[in-house]
Structure formats: C-alpha cells, structure tokens
C-alpha cells in the first residue's frame, strides 16, 4: 500500500494540503473554496468522495475558507483544538455536532490509521498549531504560519520524511514594499510569518536531525518569489556545507497549482 501527500495551494490567497494513507484521504487546512479543492484533488489522482476528514491548524480564512462547505457536502468530521473553534465557528456556517471534533492541544490522537502529534506555533491567532503526522509507512511535519521556529518543532521533525516549512517573505522586499506600516510589522513579529533567511537557518538544523525533504511553503505574492526563497535556503546550507541533491529533497509549493506528489510505501 501506498501512501500519497501534496499541497494543493500554499500562500496568503489559501492553504490545504492532502494525505492519503491508502484507507483514508485526510485534508489539513482547507483555505479555497470547496469547487478550487475538489478540482484540485481530481488534478491529484484523488477523489473527493472519498474525503474521509478535515484537520485545521488555526482560523484565518486562508485556512478554513471550504472547510464548512466540505463538511456539509460530504459529511466530514472537522479536527481543530478548543479556541480554534470558538474562534472560526462563525465563519465556517452550521456544522454538525457529530462533525465537531475537538482535540487537545497538548495530546497527540488519532484520525484513523494516521497518528496526529500537535504542537503550537507562534501566529497571531487563537491557538495556532503544526502537526506532525505518522503511520508506519511515514512521517509528515507541518510549520506555518509562524513568526518564528519553536524548539519543539526541531524536535518533533526528527527523522521526518518530510517537513513543510513556511518561507514566507524576504526581509528586504518587505521593508521596501507597498504593505502599510501596521502589516509590515505584523509580518516581521514573533506572531507574524517565517522569513526566507530564517527558514533556511531552520533546514540546515533540519538535515542534522535526519529529516529527508523539505517542502518550502506560504510564500507571499508581494514580498517574495520562488527563485529567491530557493536560492537564499540554498544559499544558507552551502554556507553550512550542504547541498540540495546530497543531503535533502528540497521543493517548493505554489497558491496556483498542486505541488509535487510525494509517495511512502509500507514495508
């Protein structure tokens, strides 16, 4: 059996990935509308019938946009901690009760075969969090939408198959572009999005604890593109005497396609 990721759109405009584990085809984040998503699972090889759940890290609207919507088309379950229902519960349209699940943050649980570790993250929302995600055939990190990278992500990365790390904005292009005072400081705060330079600080201590690809993720529209943050997380691991192609799979996600499929088989 195998088992299948990718992203379906990554940036400020939506967010949502997807996980097959070969049972279940379990969504994280649903930030499109639910139309883009089902297209998109199509353009993936995937079904959206058989959409087995939605997992939500946090609930800003590039994160929650379809999520009701999937929920009352195909009768889905929707995952998110305590504040981040309160907090998106009018957003999302009436949810069914036995589709309310409500995890503890501080407990890892399960949805299926799929073990789920949550972890949180420093973002300007209720109770923001990253997963990692485990079977017994992978294991698969998610840090968005983090003003910086908490040390228990480092630890709850280790020995990953694949992490997928925000490389939001470049400092530069920021400070001198358009976004008012208020939003460039939001950006550039603990509570705001990871930089194209922090990330690539964050991968060289990735590939010492073993993780083996690295998916570079919520890169905005306005401060960034995808030459530049390759080439700066590039650049820093050759500081660090690293190569893409000898020490780890790198990519990047884009908000207009799905991004590369990435496939685990069991045993």
Not at 41 to 60: C, N, Q, R
Request: aromatic share 6%.
């Amino acid at each position: 059996m195998t088992a299948t990721f990718c992203t379906l759109a990554s940036g400020s405009s939506g967010n949502c990935h997807v996980l097959s584990d070969g049972n279940q085809q379990l969504l994280i984040d649903a930030g499109l509308s639910g139309k883009q998503i089902q297209n998109r699972l199509l353009d993936a090889g995937m079904t959206p019938e058989k959409l087995s759940g939605i997992l939500v890290s946090h609930e800003h609207s590039d994160h929650i946009k379809g999520a009701g919507i999937l929920s009352r088309r195909f009768q889905l379950p929707i995952f998110a901690n305590e504040k981040t229902w309160m907090a998106m519960d009018e957003k999302i349209g009436p949810v069914k009760p036995e589709h309310r699940r409500v995890f503890d943050s501080q407990k890892p649980f399960t949805i299926g075969d799929i073990s789920v570790t949550p972890y949180s993250l420093s973002h300007d929302a209720a109770d923001p969090m990253g997963f990692a995600l485990e079977s017994h055939s992978f294991k698969i990190c998610l840090a968005t939408d983090m003003g910086h990278v908490p040390d228990s992500l480092y630890k709850v990365a280790e020995n990953a198959d694949l992490l997928v790390m925000e490389s939001n904005h470049d400092v530069d292009m920021l400070q001198v572009g358009s976004y008012p005072y208020y939003l460039k400081r939001r950006v550039l705060s603990d509570h705001g999005h990871l930089s194209n330079e922090s990330a690539g600080f964050a991968v060289v201590e990735m590939i010492r604890r073993n993780v083996k690809a690295i998916l570079l993720a919520h890169l905005s529209k306005e401060n960034n593109f995808p030459e530049l943050a390759y080439s700066t997380v590039t650049g820093i691991m050759a500081e660090n005497g690293m190569k893409p192609t000898n020490d780890i799979r790198l990519n990047l996600s884009t908000r207009e396609a799905i991004s590369c499929l990435y496939a685990y088989k069991s045993g």
